[in-house]
């Protein structure tokens, strides 16, 4: 599986914006998709997962980011709204089998998209 991330850029607090991973290969509909994050100085951290139409998010983001897939475009999306300035990281894809925070269970990465939240 490849991934591509794009939809980064700078926005101003308490905006939106949506991005997206274009995923390769015939396998997507079964895999898990993930969305994890990095700021400057920071470990990875875990963002969203969504498996088979069920949806994991971290206590950070919940009701703020919602992630969807459409299976026919082999695209998984992270929509975020009300963005914060402590949102501002590298945002990545990631491909895996289980619907985990864990990174060790994405076996596949995206390039990363920088998401920067001005304040």
């Known amino acids: 599986v490849q991934l591509q991330a794009s939809g980064g850029g700078l926005v101003q607090a308490g905006g939106s914006q949506r991005l997206s991973c274009a995923a390769s290969?015939?396998?997507?509909?079964?895999?898990?998709m993930g969305w994890f994050r990095q700021a400057p100085g920071e470990e990875r951290e875990f963002v969203a997962a969504?498996?088979?139409?069920?949806?994991y998010y971290a206590d950070s983001v919940e009701a703020r980011f919602t992630i969807s897939r459409d299976n026919a475009k082999n695209t998984v999306y992270l929509q975020m709204n009300s963005l914060r300035p402590e949102d501002t990281a590298v945002y990545y894809c990631?491909?895996?089998?289980?619907?985990?925070?864990?990174?060790?269970?994405?076996?596949?990465w995206g390039q990363g998209t920088q998401v920067t939240v001005s304040s």
């Open positions: 969504i498996t088979r139409g069920i949806t």
């Open positions: 290969g015939r396998t997507f509909s079964s895999v898990v």
């Open positions: 990631a491909a895996g089998r289980a619907l985990s925070k864990w990174s060790n269970d994405y076996a596949y």
